[in-house]
């Protein structure tokens, strides 16, 4: 697996395919955009996650060049910390490593190429699947925001995790 830049014109009909349902789109970015999900709107929230954090995003392909995996990461330079968001998986390889395999290189190149000290990430407590994922990968829950999000008539409690340098690089 390798981890390389998003190329919008290449990877964005990948990324609209994993989306497929309004659940697991809330469960991704928290309905920044509107479901279902197209390129306009995917761009409008990448351009302004990069103007207001210094969001990169990122995919993860398979050795042939088949992307698999998505995410976004920002350092914050003030405190020399990693953020990781909107990460999501092809929905044909969950359950098959391919995230864990993604989250490693991902925190590779954020505590080796980016040097921070720590990255932070928010998964809803509703997500289990990402949750247990993020814990194989080292991160630990640093605190819960309670009924943080609703969906629907539900209220969701938002999970804040981290790994510290050195945990599982």
């Known amino acids: 697996m390798r981890?390389?830049?998003?190329?919008?014109?290449?990877?964005?009909?990948?990324?609209?395919?994993?989306?497929d349902d309004e659940k697991i789109h809330a469960l991704w970015c928290a309905n920044l955009i509107p479901y279902p999900i197209t390129k306009e709107n995917l761009h409008s929230l990448l351009e302004k996650s990069a103007m207001d954090w210094t969001d990169s995003a990122y995919v993860a392909t398979e050795s042939d060049?088949?992307?698999?995996?998505?995410?976004?990461?920002?350092?914050?330079?003030?405190?020399?910390?990693?953020?990781?968001?909107?990460v999501i998986?092809?929905?044909?390889?969950r359950g098959k490593g391919c995230g864990k395999e993604m989250l490693q290189l991902a925190?590779?190149?954020?505590?080796?190429?980016?040097?921070?000290d720590?990255?932070?990430?928010?998964v809803f407590d509703e997500n289990a699947a990402a949750k247990h994922c993020y814990e194989k990968v080292g991160f630990v829950?640093?605190?819960?925001?309670?009924?943080a999000f609703p969906y629907?008539?539900?209220?969701?409690?938002?999970?804040?995790?981290?790994?510290?340098?050195?945990?599982?690089?």
């Open 3 to 19: 981890i390389r830049p998003y190329i919008e014109n290449k990877d964005y009909e990948y990324l609209a395919k994993w989306i």
């Open 65 to 86: 060049g088949k992307i698999i995996g998505f995410f976004c990461y920002s350092v914050n330079v003030e405190d020399n910390t990693g953020f990781l968001k909107f």
């Open 89 to 93: 998986v092809d929905s044909q390889m």
């Open 107 to 116: 925190l590779q190149y954020a505590f080796n190429i980016t040097g921070v």
């Open 118 to 122: 720590l990255v932070r990430l928010n």
């Open 141 to 147: 829950e640093e605190s819960i925001s309670k009924n």
């Open 152 to 169: 629907k008539d539900e209220q969701w409690n938002r999970c804040h995790m981290v790994v510290r340098k050195g945990k599982d690089e």
